[in-house]
């Protein structure tokens, strides 16, 4: 497999337990994703240690600051060789345009969160913000396309409508995957691969699922082989980082 759609969630708390765990993994099965934890435990070193041993990198860091902030710490994630990157849509406009011209398309993917799925309705009251979560999340992902990002991270759930508003060459990233059987964890509404799949997304992003099974690598082949026949949106842009 030379493009692979999983994303494997790397959400362990230090460098060892990830690069023991790495070490399982083929980079040709799957990409992998640093978020908050690891990345605030470990550092951008373990970031170059991981792309070095072949995979791509998503670095999930949110971005969400004034425009020239953002934009150098999208450099800075550009330099480490990161295959994709996410900034806070709602930093807005400005925001946006910077990390784009920072990040200029065709180099490392940038793609922006939208509401973060953990927000309800009362929770949009709560900061001002006007409308059902769909419509909000709707709204955002055309402002990022607006200013050029190559896609968003979304719920699986919401990618089928997010597919017909933004067109086939938006990238949808989603997590909240289970394999059918698999435990939902604090996930509420989920999907399996096959159906994220279905409904539009372009990458899963899947953490526990894999990072606890017994033999990871033969889950993800499992995985694998299960969306392999499901090539119903084309990936926006075929091309791997040089890394992989
Ligand atoms: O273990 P699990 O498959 O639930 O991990 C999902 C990963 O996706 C975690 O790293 C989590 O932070 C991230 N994520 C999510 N829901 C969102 C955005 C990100 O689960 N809405």
Redesign the pocket.
């Known amino acids: 497999m030379s493009d692979p759609r999983i994303i494997v969630?790397l959400?362990f708390p230090d460098a060892e337990e990830a690069i023991s765990f790495t070490a399982k993994l083929d980079p040709t099965e799957c990409r992998v994703?640093v978020?908050k934890e690891l990345f605030t435990a470990a550092g951008p070193r373990l970031v170059e240690k991981i792309i070095g041993r072949g995979f791509d990198v998503f670095l999930?860091l949110k971005f969400h600051d004034i425009p020239s902030t953002v934009a150098n710490a999208c450099k800075a994630a550009a330099r480490l060789g990161v295959w994709m990157m996410n900034v806070h849509a709602l930093g807005g406009r400005k925001m946006l345009h910077a990390a784009r011209e920072a990040v200029p398309t065709g180099s490392a993917k940038l793609i922006a969160?939208t509401l973060?799925?953990?927000m309800e309705h009362s929770d949009l009251d709560d900061v001002g913000l006007k409308g059902e979560p769909q419509d909000v999340v709707r709204r955002l992902a055309m402002l990022a396309q607006d200013c050029g990002l190559d896609g968003v991270?979304s719920?699986a759930l919401e990618a089928a409508e997010l597919r017909k508003a933004m067109g086939e060459r938006f990238c949808l990233v989603t997590?909240?995957?289970r394999p059918a059987g698999a435990s939902l964890?604090e996930?509420k509404r989920v999907t399996t691969p096959r159906q994220a799949i279905i409904n539009g997304s372009n990458y899963l992003?899947?953490?526990?699922?894999i990072?606890q099974a017994s033999d990871p690598a033969s889950l993800l082949r499992r995985l694998n082989q299960e969306i392999a026949g499901v090539e119903i949106t084309p990936l926006p842009d075929r091309t791997r980082n040089d890394h992989a």
């Open positions: 969630a959400d994703k978020g999930d969160v973060l799925t953990s991270v719920s997590p909240g995957i964890d996930q992003v899947i953490g526990r699922p990072t």
